[in-house]
Protein backbone atom coordinates (compact mmCIF):
# COMPACT_ATOMS: atom_id res chain seq x y z
CA UNK A 1 0.00 0.00 0.00
CA UNK A 2 1.37 3.21 -0.98
CA UNK A 3 0.09 6.89 -0.15
CA UNK A 4 -1.52 8.31 -3.64
CA UNK A 5 -2.51 11.51 -3.12
CA UNK A 6 -4.13 14.11 -0.12
CA UNK A 7 -6.63 16.26 0.06
CA UNK A 8 -6.97 19.27 2.19
CA UNK A 9 -10.28 21.16 2.75
CA UNK A 10 -11.51 23.78 5.31
CA UNK A 11 -15.13 23.90 7.04
CA UNK A 12 -15.05 28.10 6.02
CA UNK A 13 -18.37 27.84 4.40
CA UNK A 14 -20.87 28.77 7.45
CA UNK A 15 -19.96 32.70 8.26
CA UNK A 16 -22.10 32.36 11.84
CA UNK A 17 -19.80 29.64 13.15
CA UNK A 18 -16.38 30.67 15.30
CA UNK A 19 -14.80 27.34 14.27
CA UNK A 20 -13.83 26.55 10.84
CA UNK A 21 -11.98 23.24 11.43
CA UNK A 22 -9.02 22.08 8.89
CA UNK A 23 -9.39 18.25 7.42
CA UNK A 24 -6.96 16.32 5.26
CA UNK A 25 -7.77 12.89 3.76
CA UNK A 26 -5.19 10.76 2.48
CA UNK A 27 -5.83 8.26 -0.14
CA UNK A 28 -4.01 5.15 -0.66
CA UNK A 29 -3.80 3.40 -4.43
CA UNK A 30 -5.82 0.47 -2.13
CA UNK A 31 -8.56 2.28 -2.04
CA UNK A 32 -8.42 3.19 1.74
CA UNK A 33 -8.74 6.65 2.89
CA UNK A 34 -7.78 8.54 6.55
CA UNK A 35 -9.05 11.53 7.84
CA UNK A 36 -6.83 14.03 9.88
CA UNK A 37 -7.53 17.39 11.48
CA UNK A 38 -5.07 19.65 11.89
CA UNK A 39 -6.99 21.60 15.11
CA UNK A 40 -6.39 25.57 14.71
CA UNK A 41 -10.01 26.10 14.01
CA UNK A 42 -10.21 29.16 15.55
CA UNK A 43 -7.95 32.23 16.43
CA UNK A 44 -6.14 33.35 13.37
CA UNK A 45 -3.69 30.40 12.03
CA UNK A 46 -5.75 27.78 9.92
CA UNK A 47 -4.28 29.82 6.82
CA UNK A 48 -1.09 28.69 7.89
CA UNK A 49 -1.81 25.08 8.94
CA UNK A 50 -2.99 24.88 5.28
CA UNK A 51 0.41 26.06 3.87
CA UNK A 52 1.95 23.63 6.14
CA UNK A 53 0.35 20.40 5.23
CA UNK A 54 0.89 21.83 1.54
CA UNK A 55 5.07 21.36 1.95
CA UNK A 56 4.86 18.39 4.59
CA UNK A 57 1.86 16.40 2.22
CA UNK A 58 4.43 16.80 -1.02
CA UNK A 59 6.97 14.54 1.70
CA UNK A 60 4.93 11.43 1.97
CA UNK A 61 3.73 10.72 -1.44
CA UNK A 62 4.18 7.34 -2.75
CA UNK A 63 5.36 6.57 1.43
CA UNK A 64 3.49 3.21 3.33
CA UNK A 65 1.22 4.77 5.53
CA UNK A 66 1.67 1.95 7.96
CA UNK A 67 5.30 3.76 8.68
CA UNK A 68 3.88 5.87 10.73
CA UNK A 69 6.78 6.13 12.89
CA UNK A 70 9.07 6.75 10.21
CA UNK A 71 7.02 9.37 8.83
CA UNK A 72 6.51 11.27 11.74
CA UNK A 73 10.15 11.49 12.51
CA UNK A 74 11.12 12.48 8.59
CA UNK A 75 8.52 15.70 9.55
CA UNK A 76 9.84 16.58 12.97
CA UNK A 77 14.00 15.97 12.01
CA UNK A 78 13.95 16.23 8.02
CA UNK A 79 12.23 19.48 7.50
CA UNK A 80 14.95 21.74 9.60
CA UNK A 81 11.77 23.91 10.73
CA UNK A 82 9.83 20.30 12.27
CA UNK A 83 12.50 20.74 15.20
CA UNK A 84 11.75 24.63 16.15
CA UNK A 85 8.23 23.28 16.51
CA UNK A 86 5.83 25.71 17.57
CA UNK A 87 1.66 25.28 16.51
CA UNK A 88 1.69 25.14 13.11
CA UNK A 89 4.11 22.78 13.01
CA UNK A 90 2.60 20.51 14.50
CA UNK A 91 -0.62 21.09 13.74
CA UNK A 92 0.32 19.54 10.40
CA UNK A 93 2.47 16.56 11.59
CA UNK A 94 -0.84 16.12 14.00
CA UNK A 95 -3.27 15.90 10.84
CA UNK A 96 -0.88 14.10 8.90
CA UNK A 97 -0.38 11.50 12.16
CA UNK A 98 -4.00 10.70 13.34
CA UNK A 99 -5.06 9.95 8.95
CA UNK A 100 -2.22 7.65 8.81
CA UNK A 101 -3.59 6.09 11.97
CA UNK A 102 -7.38 6.11 10.79
CA UNK A 103 -5.55 4.09 7.76
CA UNK A 104 -3.99 1.49 9.15
CA UNK A 105 -6.91 0.93 11.73
CA UNK A 106 -9.41 0.60 8.73
CA UNK A 107 -7.05 -1.59 7.07
CA UNK A 108 -6.94 -3.99 9.53
CA UNK A 109 -10.27 -3.26 10.02
CA UNK A 110 -9.83 -2.56 13.91
CA UNK A 111 -10.07 1.22 16.18
CA UNK A 112 -7.08 2.70 16.65
CA UNK A 113 -7.42 1.88 20.17
CA UNK A 114 -6.95 -2.19 19.66
CA UNK A 115 -3.22 -0.90 17.82
CA UNK A 116 -2.28 1.60 20.85
CA UNK A 117 -2.56 -1.56 23.66
CA UNK A 118 -6.38 -1.73 23.81
CA UNK A 119 -9.25 -0.31 25.99
CA UNK A 120 -8.68 0.56 29.78
CA UNK A 121 -12.24 1.60 29.84
CA UNK A 122 -15.53 1.79 27.94
CA UNK A 123 -16.64 4.90 28.15
CA UNK A 124 -15.30 7.95 29.58
CA UNK A 125 -16.74 11.01 31.54
CA UNK A 126 -17.38 14.30 29.72
CA UNK A 127 -17.53 17.97 31.38
CA UNK A 128 -19.69 20.70 29.72
CA UNK A 129 -16.84 23.47 28.48
CA UNK A 130 -17.55 26.92 28.53
CA UNK A 131 -21.01 27.65 29.82
CA UNK A 132 -19.73 31.39 30.05
CA UNK A 133 -21.56 30.68 26.40
CA UNK A 134 -24.25 29.19 27.80
CA UNK A 135 -25.35 25.70 26.92
CA UNK A 136 -27.21 25.34 23.97
CA UNK A 137 -26.61 24.74 20.32
CA UNK A 138 -25.47 28.44 19.47
CA UNK A 139 -22.37 30.22 21.80
CA UNK A 140 -23.59 33.06 23.06
CA UNK A 141 -21.82 35.19 25.89
CA UNK A 142 -23.73 35.76 28.81
CA UNK A 143 -23.89 38.74 31.09
CA UNK A 144 -24.50 38.60 34.55
CA UNK A 145 -23.79 36.50 37.58
CA UNK A 146 -27.40 33.96 37.29
CA UNK A 147 -27.27 33.54 33.72
CA UNK A 148 -24.06 31.42 34.09
CA UNK A 149 -25.33 29.78 37.19
CA UNK A 150 -28.61 28.94 34.88
CA UNK A 151 -26.54 27.80 32.16
CA UNK A 152 -24.45 25.21 34.34
CA UNK A 153 -27.95 24.02 36.09
CA UNK A 154 -29.14 23.12 32.42
CA UNK A 155 -26.29 21.33 31.97
CA UNK A 156 -25.92 18.88 35.09
CA UNK A 157 -30.01 18.31 33.95
CA UNK A 158 -28.64 16.66 30.87
CA UNK A 159 -26.52 14.28 33.41
CA UNK A 160 -23.28 16.00 32.94
CA UNK A 161 -21.51 15.72 36.80
CA UNK A 162 -19.07 18.54 35.67
CA UNK A 163 -18.65 22.00 34.08
CA UNK A 164 -16.09 24.24 32.76
CA UNK A 165 -16.48 27.62 33.44
CA UNK A 166 -13.92 31.31 33.29
CA UNK A 167 -15.69 33.70 35.09
CA UNK A 168 -13.38 36.28 34.03
CA UNK A 169 -13.20 35.95 30.15
CA UNK A 170 -16.59 38.14 30.27
CA UNK A 171 -17.57 41.31 32.15
CA UNK A 172 -20.90 42.61 34.01
CA UNK A 173 -22.49 42.96 30.68
CA UNK A 174 -21.41 40.19 28.54
CA UNK A 175 -17.96 42.46 27.10
CA UNK A 176 -14.72 40.22 26.39
CA UNK A 177 -12.34 41.35 29.06
CA UNK A 178 -8.94 42.09 26.69
CA UNK A 179 -7.13 41.60 30.06
CA UNK A 180 -7.19 39.88 33.33
CA UNK A 181 -3.39 40.18 34.06
CA UNK A 182 -1.14 41.84 37.12
CA UNK A 183 -3.48 42.85 40.48
CA UNK A 184 -7.08 42.60 39.48
CA UNK A 185 -9.16 45.37 40.94
CA UNK A 186 -12.02 44.09 43.39
CA UNK A 187 -14.86 45.00 41.09
CA UNK A 188 -13.42 41.58 38.85
CA UNK A 189 -12.26 39.58 41.92
CA UNK A 190 -15.82 39.85 43.09
CA UNK A 191 -17.40 38.86 39.27
CA UNK A 192 -15.52 36.31 39.89
CA UNK A 193 -16.14 34.87 43.72
CA UNK A 194 -20.07 35.95 42.68
CA UNK A 195 -20.29 33.91 39.67
CA UNK A 196 -18.60 30.75 40.81
CA UNK A 197 -20.70 31.02 43.99
CA UNK A 198 -23.64 31.10 41.94
CA UNK A 199 -22.42 28.30 40.02
CA UNK A 200 -21.91 25.91 43.24
CA UNK A 201 -25.12 26.82 45.07
CA UNK A 202 -27.19 26.12 41.58
CA UNK A 203 -25.28 22.87 40.59
CA UNK A 204 -24.77 21.48 44.37
CA UNK A 205 -21.53 20.26 45.88
CA UNK A 206 -21.80 16.71 43.93
CA UNK A 207 -20.87 18.42 40.37
CA UNK A 208 -17.01 19.24 39.91
CA UNK A 209 -16.38 22.62 38.92
CA UNK A 210 -13.26 23.05 36.40
CA UNK A 211 -11.96 27.05 36.60
CA UNK A 212 -10.56 28.08 33.32
CA UNK A 213 -8.75 31.43 32.66
CA UNK A 214 -6.87 30.74 29.02
CA UNK A 215 -4.23 31.71 30.29
CA UNK A 216 -5.51 35.55 30.52
CA UNK A 217 -4.24 36.04 34.07
CA UNK A 218 -1.05 35.67 35.52
CA UNK A 219 1.17 34.44 38.81
CA UNK A 220 -0.43 37.49 40.31
CA UNK A 221 -3.78 37.44 39.86
CA UNK A 222 -3.95 33.73 39.76
CA UNK A 223 -2.92 34.36 44.01
CA UNK A 224 -5.44 36.54 43.99
CA UNK A 225 -7.99 34.13 42.78
CA UNK A 226 -6.55 31.56 44.85
CA UNK A 227 -7.70 33.30 48.08
CA UNK A 228 -11.00 33.73 46.32
CA UNK A 229 -11.57 29.91 45.59
CA UNK A 230 -10.88 28.08 48.53
CA UNK A 231 -14.19 27.18 49.73
CA UNK A 232 -15.71 25.89 46.26
CA UNK A 233 -14.39 22.40 45.85
CA UNK A 234 -12.60 23.62 42.55
CA UNK A 235 -11.44 20.69 40.49
CA UNK A 236 -8.14 21.97 38.90
CA UNK A 237 -7.45 25.37 37.89
CA UNK A 238 -6.88 25.85 34.21
CA UNK A 239 -4.37 27.61 32.71
CA UNK A 240 -3.75 30.17 35.31
CA UNK A 241 -0.78 31.95 33.55
CA UNK A 242 1.00 31.47 29.92
CA UNK A 243 2.19 28.25 29.39
CA UNK A 244 5.57 28.72 28.70
CA UNK A 245 7.64 28.55 31.81
CA UNK A 246 7.55 25.73 33.72
CA UNK A 247 9.63 27.09 36.54
CA UNK A 248 7.10 30.17 36.96
CA UNK A 249 4.58 27.29 36.90
CA UNK A 250 6.29 25.14 39.71
CA UNK A 251 6.39 28.60 41.78
CA UNK A 252 2.33 29.12 41.20
CA UNK A 253 1.79 25.43 42.21
CA UNK A 254 3.49 26.01 45.08
CA UNK A 255 1.70 28.71 46.59
CA UNK A 256 -1.92 28.06 45.03
CA UNK A 257 -4.64 25.27 47.06
CA UNK A 258 -6.18 24.14 43.93
CA UNK A 259 -4.36 21.46 41.09
CA UNK A 260 -3.37 22.99 37.85
CA UNK A 261 -3.59 22.37 34.08
CA UNK A 262 -2.56 23.55 30.88
CA UNK A 263 -0.93 22.02 28.10
CA UNK A 264 -3.19 23.20 24.71
CA UNK A 265 -0.61 25.11 23.51
CA UNK A 266 2.54 22.88 24.74
CA UNK A 267 3.56 20.90 21.84
CA UNK A 268 5.47 17.44 21.66
CA UNK A 269 7.02 15.57 24.54
CA UNK A 270 9.23 18.03 24.36
CA UNK A 271 7.32 20.84 25.22
CA UNK A 272 5.84 19.06 28.02
CA UNK A 273 8.68 17.23 29.20
CA UNK A 274 10.28 20.71 31.93
CA UNK A 275 6.45 20.48 33.20
CA UNK A 276 6.31 17.10 34.07
CA UNK A 277 9.85 17.01 35.47
CA UNK A 278 9.09 19.68 38.06
CA UNK A 279 5.42 18.28 38.61
CA UNK A 280 4.26 21.66 38.00
CA UNK A 281 0.94 20.34 36.68
CA UNK A 282 -1.40 17.90 38.00
CA UNK A 283 -3.55 17.70 34.52
CA UNK A 284 -1.71 17.91 31.17
CA UNK A 285 -4.16 19.13 28.61
CA UNK A 286 -2.33 18.15 24.85
CA UNK A 287 -4.30 18.47 21.98
CA UNK A 288 -4.14 15.58 19.51
CA UNK A 289 -4.64 17.69 16.73
CA UNK A 290 -1.70 19.85 17.61
CA UNK A 291 0.74 18.43 20.02
CA UNK A 292 2.02 15.80 17.34
CA UNK A 293 -0.95 13.64 16.57
CA UNK A 294 -1.82 10.18 18.14
CA UNK A 295 1.68 8.72 17.62
CA UNK A 296 2.94 12.10 20.15
CA UNK A 297 -0.15 12.31 22.36
CA UNK A 298 0.42 8.79 23.50
CA UNK A 299 4.13 9.44 24.63
CA UNK A 300 3.42 12.29 26.53
CA UNK A 301 0.43 10.91 28.19
CA UNK A 302 2.48 7.81 28.77
CA UNK A 303 6.09 10.30 30.17
CA UNK A 304 3.00 11.76 32.45
CA UNK A 305 1.67 8.35 33.65
CA UNK A 306 5.79 8.26 35.59
CA UNK A 307 5.14 11.39 37.16
CA UNK A 308 1.51 10.62 38.52
CA UNK A 309 0.14 13.43 36.14
CA UNK A 310 -3.07 13.20 34.36
CA UNK A 311 -4.54 13.65 30.80
CA UNK A 312 -7.26 15.63 29.70
CA UNK A 313 -7.00 15.77 26.41
CA UNK A 314 -7.47 19.33 24.77
CA UNK A 315 -10.62 19.32 22.53
CA UNK A 316 -12.03 22.26 20.43
CA UNK A 317 -12.01 21.48 16.80
CA UNK A 318 -14.24 19.05 14.35
CA UNK A 319 -15.44 15.75 14.87
CA UNK A 320 -12.08 14.66 13.49
CA UNK A 321 -10.26 15.92 16.61
CA UNK A 322 -12.58 14.74 18.85
CA UNK A 323 -12.64 10.86 17.63
CA UNK A 324 -8.64 11.20 17.87
CA UNK A 325 -8.80 12.10 21.53
CA UNK A 326 -11.65 9.17 22.14
CA UNK A 327 -8.81 6.69 20.99
CA UNK A 328 -6.09 8.16 23.34
CA UNK A 329 -8.78 8.53 25.97
CA UNK A 330 -9.60 4.61 25.67
CA UNK A 331 -6.36 3.38 26.25
CA UNK A 332 -4.26 5.52 28.42
CA UNK A 333 -4.84 4.60 32.29
CA UNK A 334 -4.04 8.05 33.48
CA UNK A 335 -7.26 9.45 32.01
CA UNK A 336 -9.00 12.31 33.90
CA UNK A 337 -12.10 13.88 32.03
CA UNK A 338 -13.16 14.30 28.10
CA UNK A 339 -13.84 17.49 27.30
CA UNK A 340 -17.21 18.57 25.43
CA UNK A 341 -17.03 21.83 24.44
CA UNK A 342 -20.02 24.08 23.65
CA UNK A 343 -18.95 23.97 20.01
CA UNK A 344 -19.56 20.67 19.74
CA UNK A 345 -23.23 21.12 20.53
CA UNK A 346 -23.84 23.53 17.39
CA UNK A 347 -25.74 22.06 14.42
CA UNK A 348 -22.97 23.37 11.70
CA UNK A 349 -20.49 20.95 14.21
CA UNK A 350 -22.53 18.52 14.33
CA UNK A 351 -23.49 17.70 10.68
CA UNK A 352 -19.35 17.76 9.88
CA UNK A 353 -18.60 14.65 10.84
CA UNK A 354 -20.55 10.74 9.55
CA UNK A 355 -21.43 10.06 13.62
CA UNK A 356 -22.80 12.75 15.95
CA UNK A 357 -20.85 11.76 18.82
CA UNK A 358 -22.64 13.61 22.12
CA UNK A 359 -22.70 12.17 25.89
CA UNK A 360 -25.55 10.51 27.00
CA UNK A 361 -25.85 10.96 30.89
CA UNK A 362 -22.75 12.83 31.22
CA UNK A 363 -20.82 9.72 29.48
CA UNK A 364 -19.37 8.53 25.63
CA UNK A 365 -19.09 5.33 25.07
CA UNK A 366 -15.51 5.16 22.99
CA UNK A 367 -17.07 3.92 18.67
CA UNK A 368 -15.75 0.44 18.18
CA UNK A 369 -15.73 1.70 14.37
CA UNK A 370 -12.63 0.81 12.56
CA UNK A 371 -9.80 3.53 12.19
CA UNK A 372 -10.57 6.38 14.77
CA UNK A 373 -14.18 5.88 13.90
CA UNK A 374 -15.42 8.83 12.29
CA UNK A 375 -15.43 9.90 8.51
CA UNK A 376 -16.30 13.50 6.85
CA UNK A 377 -19.14 12.68 4.27
CA UNK A 378 -18.73 14.35 0.98
CA UNK A 379 -21.43 16.45 0.98
CA UNK A 380 -19.60 18.47 3.56
CA UNK A 381 -16.06 18.16 1.61
CA UNK A 382 -18.25 19.19 -1.51
CA UNK A 383 -18.86 22.51 0.59
CA UNK A 384 -15.19 23.49 1.17
CA UNK A 385 -12.10 24.63 -1.07
CA UNK A 386 -10.16 21.96 -1.42
CA UNK A 387 -6.06 21.54 -2.37
CA UNK A 388 -5.17 18.11 -3.94
CA UNK A 389 -1.82 17.37 -3.73
CA UNK A 390 -0.48 14.19 -5.40
Known sequence: MKIKDIEIFCADFE?????????????????????GEAGVAYGNAKLGAIGQLQDFGKLIIGQDPFAIEKIWDQLYRDTFWGQGGGTIIFSAISAIDIALWDIKGK??????????GGKSRD???????????????????????TQLSDAAKKAVSEGYTAIKVD????????????????FLIHEKLKLCRDRLVAIREAIGDDVDIIL??????????????NKLIKDLNILYMEEPCVSLNAALFKE???NVDVPLAAGERIFSRYGFRPFLENRSLDVIQPDIATCGGISEAKKICDMARIYDVLVQPHICGGPISVAAA??????????CIHEHHIGNLSNFSRNLGEYDIQPIDGYI??????????????????????????
Open 212 to 225: ELHAKTDFNSALQI
Open 107 to 116: ALNVPVYELL
Open 15 to 35: PSSPNEPVFIRINTDEGISGF
Open 167 to 182: PLQRDIHGNKNKRNDG
Open 326 to 335: LQIEATIPNF
Open 252 to 254: LRN
Open 365 to 390: TIPDRPGIGQNIPELIINKCNSIKIS
Open 123 to 145: KVRAYASQIQFGWDNKEVPLPGI
